[in-house]
């Protein structure tokens, strides 16, 4: 039996080919978001007084290949008047080994003006966290892949 030669680089195109769609997720996550503050401060342009302007807060950020996809929710304290007022995140919790926070979760948050644009950004949101999820796995499995390759 003839033994076939080993391409280590196509380990690391595949690897490559891989990152670009993990850079392609984040660039599409950043604009869904990006959407998501526009609409809210369009809105509380349109609103007066603290009681409407939202009190949850969407963030888009990506390290190497990892993508996170969070919200939390903003409490205030204090008076503006006094300058003392200072505000306290809270991150919300996901469900474990879910891709998607619950929406009751993140409705109770916001305000009823933002919900329906909550719920849309979400379910983008959760799409690709899925994918991102399962393009990181591949890249390590390819990785532990090219590491055996390089035993052989």
């Given at each position: 039996m003839t033994e076939v030669p080993l391409e280590p680089s196509c380990h690391d195109e595949a690897i490559a080919v891989l990152e670009r769609r993990i850079d392609a997720l984040h660039a599409s996550a950043h604009s869904i978001v990006d959407r998501h503050w526009t609409f809210v401060y369009s809105m509380e342009q349109k609103l007066t007084g603290w009681e409407h302007k939202s009190t949850l807060q969407?963030?888009?950020?990506?390290?190497?290949?990892?993508?996170r996809l969070d919200w939390c929710g903003i409490k205030w304290y204090g008076s503006k008047a006094n300058g003392d007022r200072k505000s306290i995140r809270t991150h919300v919790t996901r469900p474990k080994g879910a891709y998607g926070y619950t929406l009751s979760k993140l409705k109770a948050l916001a305000q009823d003006w933002e919900a329906d644009m909550v719920e849309e950004t979400e379910s983008q949101l959760t799409k690709i966290r899925r994918e991102a999820s399962h393009v990181v796995k591949a890249i390590?499995?390819?990785r532990h892949a090219r590491s055996m390759a390089d035993r052989v």
């Open positions: 969407v963030r888009c950020m990506q390290e190497g290949n990892s993508i390590i499995c390819i």
